[in-house]
């Protein structure tokens, strides 16, 4: 039995756990995303980023899609702030657009991105569902959708090997933002029931790391009575 969730704050919207989150290595983690994004096709150029933080996956994603451009929303302006100073830095300012935005309320039309892609968002929702929904909403008939995050673990002991793992380098109140979100993720049942409950397969979502899981569908694939 995994243990029991516990919420954190839904917005990191205070400059330092901006400040704090940015500076945290999340490289490996922002290669792999990218990695698996495209290995899977991108089926257009446009790309909505849900919660995408201080804008290092879309970034990321840029650099290596010459023709890619990506609507990077998040809730939390102090977030958006930072992703604002690091695009402007990378000179991505022309294919990357910045938006303040509520996930459970997305102000696009429906089936106006190709892809759309969210990594390590969920946990922060207490419930993830009409997030979720606003996203298969928002994405064109046979456009791609990659959602990861993180998932919780079965024990104590489990959590405090993957915070000394993962973020054992990192400075303590960055440790503490790591165990607390490894607290508030999602198990893999949980999330294949919700996937589910939108007419997915439930296999869709897979464990694609010791940490994470990845649901990965195009519309259209929902499951047909």
């Known amino acids: 039995m995994s ?12 400059l330092e756990e901006a400040t704090t989150y940015d500076e945290m290595d999340h490289s490996t983690v922002n290669t792999r995303f990218v990695d698996d994004l495209l290995a899977a096709g991108l089926p257009g150029n ?3 980023d849900l919660g995408t933080g201080t804008a290092r996956i879309p970034m990321e994603l840029c650099r290596r899609h010459a023709d890619c451009r990506v609507m990077a929303v998040d809730a939390a302006g102090a977030m958006l702030d930072q992703a604002y100073y690091n695009i402007s830095a990378a000179e991505l300012t022309g294919r990357i657009q910045l938006a303040q935005a509520d996930g459970r309320k997305l102000p696009y039309a429906d089936g106006l991105f190709h892809a759309v ?3 390590t968002i969920v946990h922060h929702i207490a419930d993830p ?3 979720l929904a606003e996203a298969v909403r928002v994405t064109a008939p046979g456009g791609l959708l990659m959602i990861r995050d ?3 673990p079965d024990t104590e ?4 090997t993957l915070v000394e793992q993962y973020a054992g380098q990192e400075a303590p109140y960055a440790k503490q933002m790591f165990g607390d979100s490894l607290r508030a993720a999602f198990t893999l049942a949980e999330i294949r029931d919700m996937v589910a409950s939108l007419g997915f ?5 897979t464990m694609t790391s010791d940490r994470h899981w990845t649901w990965l569908a195009r519309k259209g694939s929902e499951t047909r009575e």
């Open 3 to 14: 243990l029991v969730r516990v919420l954190e704050n839904e917005v990191m919207d205070s």
């Open 150 to 152: 993180l998932t919780r």
């Open 129 to 131: 569902l009409p997030v």
């Open 117 to 119: 892609i969210c990594n």
């Open 46 to 48: 446009d790309v909505l």
């Open 201 to 205: 397969p439930p296999d869709t979502v």
């Open 157 to 160: 002991e489990q959590l405090a």
